[in-house]
C-alpha cells in the first residue's frame, strides 16, 4: 500500500493544526487590535471551527480506518463542521463590507439549505463508504484513493447548491468590497483569497459529482493553502477590521461655543461619496446647536445623511464634542473617538478648562498640533 499521499495528508493537518492554534492565542490576546470583541470572537470560532475540527474530522475519516459507521460519522461531522466555518466566514464577509449589516437575504437561504443538509445527513443511508479491498483492522492508516464516500442524490443536491451559492457570496462580496475600498492593498489580499478558496470549493465539487477521490485531496490541500494565508493575515493585518469596513472623511473638534477649534480632512473631497457642501451646510447648523445639547442629557449624537454618519462625541466636563464624518456609523469608529478623546483630553485638559468660560477669548492657533493626535489615532484612514 503507498502512504506517500497519507503522510503528506497528516503532515499538511499537522501543519494547520499548529497554525490554527496559533492563530486562536493570537487573536484572543491582541482582541483589542480587531475593531471590536465580536469580530474577535467570530475570527476565534471561525478559526477553531474551520482549523482545528474540521480539519481533524476530515483527516481521521479519510486516512484513519476505525470503523465503517464511525468513518461515516466523522465525514458527516466534518460536512456539518465545515458548513458552520462557511456560515461564520459569510458573516465576517458581511462585516466587512458593512458593520453588523447581515442582509435578510442571502442569509435566510443560507440557513434553510444548512437545515436541509443536516435533515438529509441524518438519514441512515446518506452517505454510504466504499473501500477498495477487504476492511483493515481498527485504527489503520489507509491510502485516502482507496476510501470512498458515496452521496444519495439528496443529499449531493443540497450540498452542491450549498457550497455554490455560498461560494459565488464569497465571491460576489469580496468583488463589492474591492470596488468600494480606497486601500487596495487590504481588499486585493482578500479577494485573491476568495478567488483560491473557490477553486477549493471546484474540487469538491468535482469529487461529489465523479466521486475521484484525487479531487477530494486536491480540495483539501488548497483549502489548507487559502486557511493558511488567512490566518498569517488574520495575525499580521487585523487592521484591516477597520480599514475594509469604514472610511473617515473627516475629523473635527467644536468648542462648547460653538467654535471650530480644530478640522482635519481625509483624501481627496472627489473620492468620498458624499458631496463637501452638504457636510458644511450640516456642520454650520451643528456649531449652533452644540452649545444648547451639550450640557443636557438628550443630545445628538449622530447625524445621517443618504451616505454618510456624522457621529458626535461629547465631552461635558472638557466642554467641546468631537465630530467624526463617516460612512458608517458603528462601535470600531466609536472606539476610535473614545481613544482619541482620552489622548485629547490628557493633552490639553488645562487649556481646555481656561476657556469654559465663554466670555473668554479663544486662541484656536493653541491647537494647531492636534493633527498629529489625529494621525495616530486615525493612521490607517490617512
Do not use: C
Not at 492565542?25 to 470572537?41: E, M, N, P, S, V
Not at 443538509?117 to 476492511?135: V, W
Request: net charge negative; hydrophobic share 50%; proline share 2%.
Amino acid at each position: 500500500m503507498d502512504y506517500t499521499i497519507s503522510i503528506s495528508l497528516i503532515t499538511g493537518y499537522v501543519l494547520i493544526l499548529i497554525l490554527s492554534t496559533y492563530t486562536v492565542i493570537q487573536i484572543f490576546q491582541h482582541r483589542d487590535k480587531y475593531g471590536t470583541q465580536l469580530i474577535a470572537f467570530l475570527n476565534i470560532a471561525n478559526t477553531f471551527i474551520a482549523g482545528i475540527l474540521y480539519s481533524t474530522f476530515f483527516i481521521f475519516s479519510v486516512v484513519v480506518f476505525i470503523s465503517h459507521d464511525v468513518n461515516i460519522l466523522m465525514w458527516k461531522i466534518s460536512l456539518v463542521t465545515g458548513f458552520i466555518t462557511l456560515l461564520i466566514t459569510s458573516i465576517i464577509y458581511s462585516f466587512f463590507n458593512e458593520y453588523k449589516k447581515i442582509k435578510p437575504f442571502p442569509f435566510v437561504y443560507f440557513t434553510l439549505l444548512f437545515g436541509l443538509l443536516l435533515g438529509a445527513l441524518a438519514t441512515p443511508d446518506s452517505i454510504a463508504l466504499t473501500l477498495n479491498g477487504p476492511f483493515p483492522p481498527m485504527f489503520s492508516i489507509m491510502d485516502p484513493s482507496n476510501m470512498y464516500f458515496e452521496f444519495d442524490v439528496t443529499t449531493s443536491i443540497v450540498f452542491i447548491l450549498f457550497e455554490l451559492f455560498i461560494t459565488i457570496y464569497f465571491l460576489y462580496s469580496a468583488a463589492i468590497i474591492y470596488n468600494k475600498t480606497k486601500n487596495k492593498n487590504e481588499s486585493s489580499t482578500l479577494l485573491l483569497n476568495t478567488v483560491v478558496f473557490s477553486i477549493s470549493v471546484i474540487m469538491l465539487l468535482l469529487y461529489i459529482t465523479v466521486q475521484d477521490t484525487l479531487y477530494r485531496e486536491i480540495y483539501i490541500v488548497i483549502l489548507w493553502v487559502s486557511s493558511f494565508a488567512f490566518y498569517i493575515m488574520l495575525i499580521k493585518k487585523p487592521e484591516m477590521f477597520f480599514i475594509l469596513p469604514n472610511r473617515i472623511y473627516s475629523v473635527n473638534i467644536y468648542h462648547k461655543s460653538g467654535i471650530v477649534l480644530y478640522s482635519y480632512n481625509f483624501g481627496d473631497t472627489a473620492d468620498n461619496k458624499i458631496e463637501s457642501a452638504r457636510w458644511g451646510t450640516i456642520l454650520i447648523g451643528l456649531n449652533h446647536i452644540l452649545s444648547e445639547f451639550i450640557d443636557k442629557t438628550d443630545k445628538i449624537d449622530v447625524i445621517q445623511t443618504k451616505k454618510s454618519d456624522i457621529v458626535v462625541r461629547y465631552e461635558n466636563e472638557l466642554g467641546y464634542a468631537l465630530v467624526v464624518i463617516t460612512n458608517q456609523k458603528n462601535e470600531i469608529v466609536e472606539n476610535l473617538m473614545l481613544g482619541f478623546s482620552q489622548d485629547f483630553n490628557s493633552k490639553y485638559k488645562n487649556k481646555l478648562l481656561d476657556i469654559q468660560d465663554l466670555n473668554r477669548l479663544i486662541n484656536i492657533s493653541e491647537f494647531f498640533d492636534i493633527k498629529e493626535l489625529i494621525e495616530k489615532h486615525f493612521q490607517l484612514y490617512t
